[in-house]
């Protein structure tokens, strides 16, 4: 007889639940405690009335289930104490304490209370817990005599972090983490800068919760397989501040690469799409893993829904690390999580209005770019732009020119008359379109203003060195237009530029199944990229965009825009990342100074293009072929998706030659493309859905309408997925192979012009604030610190000036304000025009002359002695300070009045030196001989690193090597003593 009642209805759901869970199902007439580990018992006795279900495990009660109708969903609450009252109540036969698991459930919305748990507070969950997670918690009840056995009485337990080897930054995630666990709060969000440490901060408190806390499994969500590679590594490289054993040393970690989950992981890595394709049933292929799934134009209109899982069920993961959860945390994929019933922990470095809303608010650290720089954790940048014609503007291709087409898979190229004239945009190029000349006129550009960015890249024989330097392209063909470009321009060979996209690690091959070049595994060449000296210039489209850590990076080459600002805000953050001097310099040997900032090149507008939270969805016209066959690949199915791939395959068809379509039908189980067509088609055909319906309900005659639709639903998937089944990640790239090698057109008509390549403007008014800054913070100190207080008052005194009073100023100013580090204000000054950087002195004294690049990727524009005597005579220009101290007391001399112009000490050093030699020898008494000048300029050398000298430190180098105090004695007699104060005097003057 058909069920129509809908308590009943709501009961027939639970029961399915609950048997997909684990659970046997029995009434009270029929019990029978020993059939399984878990017994649900209908309708069972209490001494305040008949409970709906009684959670029996291993023969002993353990909670209730009251079950309500579906309408009672938005008023469950209300139901929390009749619930309670049960959980409370005496069981017939039975003197049982209460019952601590408590559910109250509609079939369609469940909600749970842990009774042992320090304050209990009901829960949504998706389905029932298994009984063999129950019984797992009842047996850590009876082994804890704590108070509150739970995992959330754990929580409260927690010790004192130990904050060894912690930033600060870190130490206050950590520890508001644990209090946001201490209140039971389901979701909390890490938000800290790029560069700080999240990643590192993450693995710490996960760290924490599997050692003190006891927590089961702990999955780590990320939306990529590269990030998903690195957090691999970061957890195989972490080591406790409270243990000598490596993490992975004490507990599992398994990244996870097939359907395949170990029970035995106490630490899973996981892209969301896996995870997703694991709870719908299907395989995914690794391809579908290596774009973020967020900047896919194409998303469902409907959500298809995932289902329980019975060997991962909800209660799998205690917690979830989700990775950059701005992105993977919305559409289709926000049904992962809440699948599962754990704590949600967000990291992020650019959280939106949803990121902190789905997180209810509830951010427990929020330390900004700004803030870090501020700290000294990450670097600033500066822009400069670059604007060209074409850029700005697009072209034409004119009628009656041959223009060329090019295949962008095998390079393949052939003529054709353009029988119009057809104006391109500038958003066609490098799509549609390629002007090499556009291209070519920014690499240019870009290479001889490299010498105006990193002025202090010149070696000893004139020689610069090109920093790293990553740039940021539109499509994979794009890229290797660049690449072959960047070669071209710089003069440079194959291991110089390279392209970092996990394309690489596929041969290159022709129409004619020709090798064209051989594939390279990305991972390697981002390996070399990080530590090696080649490659010095890498070309990105997606790949290391965000979250790869590269912190030898001081150059970012936009030649894409980007319309999501979180993106662009993690593409920026590719170079904030800090580095020793030591280190840096094994792959970027001319590096004089730690890496304080980056500089940002942009030749696309992409600083100043619109920016949204998030990138708005196109609607299906304007999506790539290549975003819908990836949606069938990750288990999407949508009608509107099956019939807009219907109709591009159908388009296609017509495009692609007879011997493309044999090996199309060989990729896709021997069916045409007409084939798989038609069966897309269909499985969204009301006519055969119809026919599935009439089959279905004649079948199942008799049955309950549930159990009818169930079956129809099932049956119109399995077509759905037939229909799907072909396009795996083999055909997919065939597909989109076969695309793109009719499409590309070559503009080599239209030569392009620069039309900007100079510094943002921004980049002074930001320059003018850290001047300010550097300036208001040393007169606030000007009366606490010696040195100060010797230039600021008693300005007689400078002969008295020690390395150690310097060094006291540093070591305050990194203290108070990491951020105003001598050299990037020796940069600020140089913004603002105060004078001119040494870049522009040879490349205006070379304005005749275009640096060039030579075979080690350097540029040599004058010999050593000609860039030496250009610094050393560039009197009233900036120039480049030895070193920070150096350049510290050259600041200090120019804001307190003592220099009208900023000037590295050392030249003032230099030139007091050279006018005092002259003084003495162009008066009536004895010239110095060449001796005693080698000693006079070993002492001028000593007194600008050192600031002062006394008669003690000529037992020193270099002093001790040549004789010490003695000789100095032998050389000059009576006059030592009156020399070293004259000099002490004058030199510092």
Not at 212 to 233: C, I, P, S, Y
Not at 941 to 946: K, L, Q, R, T
Request: glycine share 4%; aromatic share 8%.
């Amino acid at each position: 007889m058909t069920n129509q009642n809908p308590e009943q209805i709501a009961r027939d759901h639970i029961d399915q639940q609950l048997i997909e869970c684990g659970w046997k199902i029995q009434s009270v007439k029929q019990i029978n405690l020993n059939a399984g580990i878990g017994i649900a018992v209908k309708e069972y006795l209490t001494d305040v009335g008949p409970a709906d279900y009684v959670l029996f495990v291993e023969g002993k009660p353990c909670g209730i289930i009251e079950a309500k109708r579906e309408e009672e969903g938005h008023r469950i609450n209300i139901h929390e104490a009749q619930s309670e009252g049960y959980a409370n109540a005496k069981l017939k036969h039975l003197k049982n304490d209460p019952l601590p698991f408590v559910y109250i459930s509609t079939g369609e919305v469940t909600k749970f209370t842990d009774f042992t748990d320090p304050k209990p507070r009901a829960r949504v969950i998706f389905t029932f817990h298994r009984p063999e997670t129950l019984r797992n918690w009842l047996k850590t009840s009876k082994e804890n005599f704590k108070l509150y056995p739970s995992l959330r009485g754990r929580l409260y337990d927690l010790p004192a972090l130990q904050t060894d080897g912690l930033r600060e930054c870190q130490i206050t995630a950590i520890n508001n983490l644990d209090k946001s666990f201490k209140e039971n709060r389901p979701r909390a969000l890490i938000q800290m800068a790029t560069g700080s440490g999240k990643t590192f901060t993450a693995i710490t408190a996960i760290y924490r919760l599997l050692k003190f806390a006891k927590a089961k499994r702990v999955l780590f969500l990320v939306d990529t397989r590269n990030l998903g590679e690195q957090a691999e590594q970061e957890f195989m490289s972490y080591l406790p501040n409270d243990d000598n054993r490596k993490f992975t040393e004490l507990y599992s970690v398994q990244r996870l690469k097939s359907s395949y989950v170990a029970t035995d992981s106490q630490v899973c890595i996981s892209t969301i799409q896996r995870l997703y394709s694991i709870l719908k049933g299907t395989e995914l292929e690794e391809s579908a893993e290596e774009e973020n799934p967020n900047e896919r134009i194409w998303q469902p209109k409907e959500v298809p829904p995932i289902e329980y899982n019975e060997k991962i069920p909800i209660e799998f993961f205690d917690f979830i690390v989700i990775d950059e959860c701005h992105r993977s945390i919305y559409n289709l994929w926000k049904q992962v999580l809440e699948y599962f019933d754990a704590f949600e922990i967000g990291l992020t470095a650019t959280p939106d209005n949803r990121t902190i809303g789905y997180f209810d608010q509830n951010m427990v650290s929020e330390y900004s770019h700004e803030m870090a720089v501020a700290d000294g954790v990450n670097v600033g940048y500066d822009v400069f732009i670059i604007d060209t014609k074409v850029t700005q503007q697009g072209g034409t291709l004119w009628k009656g020119e041959y223009v060329e087409h090019r295949e962008r898979l095998s390079r393949k190229k052939r003529m054709e008359l353009q029988d119009e004239d057809e104006i391109y945009s500038s958003t066609q190029l490098d799509k549609d379109i390629v002007n090499p000349n556009q291209i070519r006129t920014i690499i240019r550009t870009f290479k001889e203003n490299l010498p105006k960015m990193f002025p202090d890249r010149f070696d000893e024989t004139g020689l610069f060195e090109i920093p790293k330097t990553l740039i940021f392209a539109k499509t994979d063909s794009h890229a290797n237009d660049i690449i072959d470009i960047v070669r071209e321009e710089f003069a440079e060979e194959n291991k110089f530029c390279k392209k970092i996209t996990y394309n690489t690690a596929k041969d290159r091959m022709s129409a004619d199944d020709v090798l064209l070049e051989k594939g390279e595994d990305p991972k390697n060449t981002l390996s070399d990229f990080r530590n090696a000296f080649y490659p010095r210039i890498a070309v990105t489209v997606d790949m290391i965009a965000v979250g790869t850590d590269v912190k030898t990076l001081e150059c970012l080459l936009f030649m894409r825009d980007v319309k999501s600002r979180n993106y662009f805000e993690q593409m920026k953050g590719r170079g904030t990342r800090t580095i020793s001097l030591d280190k840096l310099r094994q792959v970027s040997r001319t590096a004089n100074y730690t890496k304080d900032h980056f500089v940002i090149v942009d030749a696309i507008g992409v600083c100043k293009s619109l920016k949204t939270d998030s990138r708005p969805l196109e609607k299906k016209p304007g999506v790539p072929l290549k975003e819908l066959l990836q949606a069938v690949a990750i288990g999407a199915r949508d009608e509107e998706l099956f019939t807009s791939l219907a109709s591009r395959l159908t388009r296609l068809d017509k495009q692609i030659t007879d011997k493309e379509r044999k090996l199309f039908a060989e990729k896709a189980d021997g069916k045409s493309v007409s084939q798989v067509v038609k069966e897309l088609l269909n499985a969204f055909n009301p006519d055969v859905i119809e026919e599935i319906e009439n089959k279905v309900r004649k079948n199942f005659m008799g049955v309950a309408p549930n159990e009818i639709e169930a079956a129809i639903i099932q049956e119109t998937e399995k077509l759905q997925q037939e229909a799907a089944r072909v396009f795996t990640g083999e055909l997919n790239e065939y597909i989109e192979n076969v695309r793109k090698a009719h499409e590309q057109r070559i503009d080599l008509l239209n030569p392009d012009e620069v039309l900007t390549a100079a510094w943002d403007k921004d980049n002074v008014e930001k320059a003018n604030e850290i001047v300010k800054e550097f300036s208001e913070w040393m007169l606030q100190h000007k009366d606490e610190l010696t040195a100060l207080q010797i230039f600021y008052n008693q300005p007689y005194r400078r002969r008295e000036l020690t390395f150690e009073m310097i060094k006291e100023v540093m070591d305050k100013l990194q203290s108070d304000k990491p951020v105003l580090a001598p050299m990037y204000v020796w940069r600020a000054y140089d913004a603002i025009g105060t004078s001119t950087s040494l870049g522009d002195q040879i490349s205006t004294s070379l304005s005749d002359r275009k640096l060039t690049s030579l075979g080690d990727q350097k540029v040599r524009t004058l010999s050593g002695t000609e860039v030496k005597d250009r610094i050393s005579t560039s009197s009233g220009t900036l120039g480049s300070p030895l070193n920070e101290l150096i350049a510290l007391v050259s600041l200090i001399r120019k804001i307190t009045g003592l220099d009208n112009i900023l000037t590295p000490y050392n030249k003032t050093v230099d030139k007091n030196f050279q006018d005092w030699v002259w003084k003495r020898h162009s008066g009536a008494g004895e010239k110095f001989t060449e001796e005693q000048m080698q000693w006079l300029r070993m002492i001028k050398e000593y007194v600008i690193n050192s600031f002062h000298i006394e008669k003690e430190d000529f037992d020193y180098n270099p002093f001790n090597a040549m004789g010490g105090l003695g000789k100095m004695w032998n050389l000059f007699g009576t006059e030592t003593e009156e020399i070293i104060n004259e000099l002490n005097e004058v030199l510092v003057a």
